[in-house]
Every structure is written in C-alpha cells, then in structure tokens.
C-alpha cells in the first residue's frame, strides 16, 4: 500500500519570501501581539520584547502563525509545526530562486508524515 492510503497526516512545506518596507512597524505589530498574549510567563514575555525589537526576522516569526493559516480548514487539525525565519540575499531573478522547481524524486504531493 502506498503512504497515500495508509496515512492520514499530511506534510505541506511552504516557503515564503517576504520583502521588508518598514522595520519599525513589523516589530511594533509583534510587540502588541506579545503584549496581547496572555498565557505567555513574564520571563519569556521580557525575552521575546527585546528579540523582536532587535531582529524583524524575529518580529516576522512572532507574527507569523501555521495555526492561523489552517486552524479554519474544514476536515483537518494540526498535530505539529514549525517555522524559522531569517535575513536572505533574495534575487528573483536567479535560477536557484525557482518555486517551481522540483527539489527531489521526495518533494511530492502526497508525501506523508508518520
């Protein structure tokens, strides 16, 4: 049987390239996501003000949520996630920046977790 019929999780790998306009006003959104968030203990609350006033990468990882992006799809639940973010030199126009290319015989609709 193939991982299609045998597993229901689903891996969905998605990448994004975001262009920053305006340092400032990323990292003001993420201090009032922080200050907003009230499960969130004071020491990591302190830690996580001073990451995102330092690094916009930072800021962007705070704001950025995979829950957010399925929590309302119907039929489904997220069991785990993970994202980082980071500072890149970005060219469009070079060939290693092609979304649409495959990135291995692995890279697969169908690839599943589990």
């Known amino acids: 049987m193939s991982t299609e019929e045998t597993s229901r999780f689903v891996r969905l790998r998605v990448e994004l390239v975001l262009e920053v306009h305006d340092d400032d006003a990323v990292a003001k959104a993420a201090l009032r996501r922080i200050a907003e968030d009230q499960e969130l203990p004071e020491g990591e609350r302190a830690h996580a003000e001073g990451a995102v006033t330092e690094d916009t990468a930072e800021a962007l990882a705070y704001l950025v949520d995979p829950f957010d992006l399925v929590?309302?799809?119907?039929?489904?639940?997220l069991q785990q996630a993970s994202w980082s973010?980071?500072?890149?030199?970005?060219?469009?126009?070079?060939?290693?920046?092609?979304?649409?290319?495959?990135d291995g015989p692995d890279d697969e609709e169908e690839d599943g977790i589990g």
């Open 85 to 102: 973010s980071e500072r890149i030199d970005y060219d469009p126009d070079s060939p290693d920046w092609d979304l649409d290319e495959d």
């Open 71 to 77: 929590g309302k799809v119907p039929g489904v639940e």
